[in-house]
């Protein structure tokens, strides 16, 4: 038997798989309906599926997983109890945070409201001991003061204990210490050690990253846990198991378990880094990725093929200082709700009905309107193709519930009620895509949509069209796209040490001894999940700054540096800042604040196929006609079956393009061609 890989996306309604034969390259796909109160049953179910085609378990090779239980876990203040070490005098880092109310439109925001604190001043305890800014130790660590503080803790019953002590980053003998005696004294708990979770500059990004990992890892280290054991019991035992990473990364299950916070965007990178193939496959190099599921719209930029990249980011206004692809989320999905509030004004979001009860459609006792149960109103969904037929829609149960919580209280007939709340959350999306694209001076008329995940292509021509984009790309499995991004990913692990160095008082030998060190490590850890020599890459950047700014720019670079190679960083430096910010200071000094690396294990690629025309006609994928609203007035709708639809076939819109794991609307004038790879090409109205 051929071996076989695996990956699963679970998302709130849905839980998406890919299976892929590495012999023959043939790709299959499922859903299962995911289980939100433990995500591992569907995993399961989803591995059943493909045992149950006569593969054993023993030929499953390759198990990849994006998860959102680190994300849902966050975002629902569901986390575990925690506790806060820090330098004796500096308990009010994590209070004062950036400022009052941080940068960017929250300042304008008469009603915003800092996220609740995960850890709260009675859980938050002092430690008498100092670092200097050089690392060197201006006050040894008082262990018996700590072991009071700890087992005060210990009284509070918590589950972590994050430690973040000052310029720990240098010096990090302070901080392992601490954690010896936390162990100590409280046997079982997690602890989290800022030197190790994120070693660089800045307490405060350090102290909140450090924290969230606290918050998070032992509820995904449980999880992973049990899913590996199940997975086992299954037969499935091979050691190539892994968790998809907000870096576009994958690591091993045991590392992710550690470092938790470097998964909470994980489900959303995994279709980011299907988009990147897309970028190859298509020609198109600039793209907004457009992934609207169950419960969220994930949107992010490719430009020129490299997706938009941060140092730095937030979740639920949450600061976490690790490398991510900068994602921007809103509460915008299938299952989001609608409603009318008590002021007579029409609500859209944020709730959802996610995976339980489901839309009223879904005849699993939901009675409020969502966005799928509006689609299916207008026409954009059908009653009897939903999953390829394997699950049936009630376009009765959509209208009354259309009509009990929006039509009737506005007065409005239950089309149009459905189609305000489509515009709506269009709207919603809208915005977010401008907010990773016109808001940092990108022209969007350069840029086609890619549209995934179970509800993007419903969507995705409509907003194209009032964003003024170039057009729509809609790939060949768009509903599990994110899972299929799991197949072509590589395991990265990234590093960091901080160590500010005036770039010119520093020499090119000073800087490769602080790489190899970064380098050493990264070998040492790929080689320990067995990845041979020839399969692991090194990538190396410098974080550099004019003196005295607040603010770094990431520069890539080669390493080892040979001489000469300063004076070229340098002015690498100056056009980088000139082309970001638009101006340059070549006469003043430069700084290097952090030394970053990246180790990359290299998977064996899984290259998408490309298909040959059948000669097959245009008629022959026509699955039948049926009415779809657009602006206000219903037209008759050719159906067709994407499975049917040939290489080099052309149409136009007005139509509908049904498959088993999504469904397209194109709207009149739209123009759709089949290319090589089967994905649909989605000309302006």
Request: charged share 25%; net charge negative; glycine share 10%.
């Amino acid at each position: 038997m051929a071996d076989y890989r695996l990956t699963v996306d679970t998302g709130g309604t849905f839980s998406d798989f890919v299976y892929v034969n590495d012999e023959t390259r043939e790709v299959a796909i499922a859903k299962v309906p995911s289980t939100p109160d433990d995500p591992s049953r569907a995993i399961l179910a989803g591995v059943e599926l493909l045992i149950a085609t006569g593969v054993a378990p023993k030929d499953i090779k390759y198990f990849c997983h994006g998860t959102t239980v680190s994300t849902n876990a966050l975002l629902e203040g569901k986390g575990v109890r925690c506790g806060l070490l820090v330098t004796k005098g500096f308990r009010g880092i994590y209070e004062v945070a950036e400022q009052s109310r941080p940068h960017g439109p929250a300042i304008f925001d008469i009603l915003y409201d800092r996220p609740a604190k995960l850890v709260p001043p009675s859980r938050t305890g002092e430690v008498s001991e100092r670092v200097a800014f050089d690392g060197q130790v201006l006050l040894p660590l008082d262990e018996d003061a700590l072991r009071k503080t700890v087992r005060e803790l210990r009284e509070e019953d918590v589950q972590a204990v994050a430690v973040c002590l000052l310029f720990s980053f240098l010096a990090p003998r302070h901080e392992r210490r601490v954690r010896e005696i936390i162990n100590e004294e409280i046997p079982g708990c997690n602890v989290s050690l800022s030197s190790e979770i994120v070693p660089q500059i800045r307490e405060y990004y350090r102290l909140s990253t450090t924290i969230i990992n606290a918050y998070l890892s032992p509820i995904l280290a449980r999880y992973i846990e049990n899913l590996d054991d199940r997975l086992n019991q299954a037969g499935v035992t091979t050691p190539q198991k892994y968790i998809m990473q907000s870096n576009g990364g994958m690591s091993t299950f045991s590392a992710t378990a550690k470092k938790a916070v470097a998964t909470v965007l994980s489900g959303p990178a995994g279709g980011i880094m299907a988009s990147l193939q897309a970028c190859g496959a298509t020609g198109f190099k600039n793209l907004v990725t457009f992934d609207m599921g169950g419960t969220s719209c994930d949107v992010a930029l490719i430009k020129d093929g490299e997706p938009s990249v941060s140092n730095r980011g937030k979740v639920e206004g949450r600061d976490v200082a690790l490398p991510m692809i900068d994602i921007n989320t809103v509460s915008a999905g299938g299952g989001t709700l609608a409603r009318v509030d008590r002021f007579g004004e029409l609500t859209v979001g944020p709730q959802s009905a996610g995976a339980v009860p489901g839309p009223a459609c879904y005849m699993r006792g939901g009675d409020q309107p969502t966005i799928t149960d509006c689609n299916l109103v207008l026409g954009n969904l059908g009653e009897d193709n939903f999953l390829a037929g394997r699950m049936k829609l009630d376009r009765a149960l959509a209208r009354a519930a259309v009509e009990n919580a929006v039509a009737r209280p506005l007065g409005m007939e239950i089309e149009a009620a459905a189609e305000g709340v489509v515009r709506i959350i269009n709207v919603k999306m809208q915005e977010a895509i401008k907010a990773i694209s016109t808001m940092r001076g990108h022209d969007l008329r350069d840029f086609m949509l890619l549209a995934f995940g179970g509800a993007g292509p419903l969507h995705a021509c409509a907003i194209a069209k009032e964003l003024g984009m170039a057009g729509v790309i809609v790939p060949l499995y768009p509903g599990v796209y994110s899972a299929m991004g799991l197949v072509m990913s590589d395991v990265k692990h990234d590093y960091i040490r901080s160590r500010m160095t005036n770039l010119a008082n520093a020499d090119e030998a000073a800087i490769n001894a602080v790489f190899a060190e970064l380098e050493a490590e990264a070998r040492a850890d790929l080689r320990d999940e067995s990845f041979p020599e020839d399969r692991v890459f090194i990538e190396y950047a410098l974080d550099m700054r004019y003196a005295g700014q607040g603010y770094e720019m990431t520069l890539p670079c080669s390493a080892p540096l040979r001489a000469g190679d300063l004076k070229t960083l340098r002015r690498a430096f100056d056009e980088e800042h000139k082309k970001t910010f638009g101006h340059t200071a070549p006469d003043e000094p430069v700084e290097i604040v952090s030394w970053r690396l990246r180790g990359v294990g290299r998977v064996p690629p899984v290259d998408l196929p490309t298909f040959k025309p059948t000669g097959e006609k245009l008629e022959a994928a026509l699955r039948e006609t049926r009415p779809v609203r657009f602006d206000g007035a219903s037209v008759s709708c050719p159906v067709y079956q994407r499975e049917h639809l040939d290489v080099g076939v052309t149409f136009h819109g007005p139509a509908v393009v049904d498959q088993l794991d999504c469904t397209t609307v194109i709207p009149p004038g739209g123009k759709v061609r089949v290319d090589e790879y089967r994905n649909l090409i989605i000309g302006a109205a």
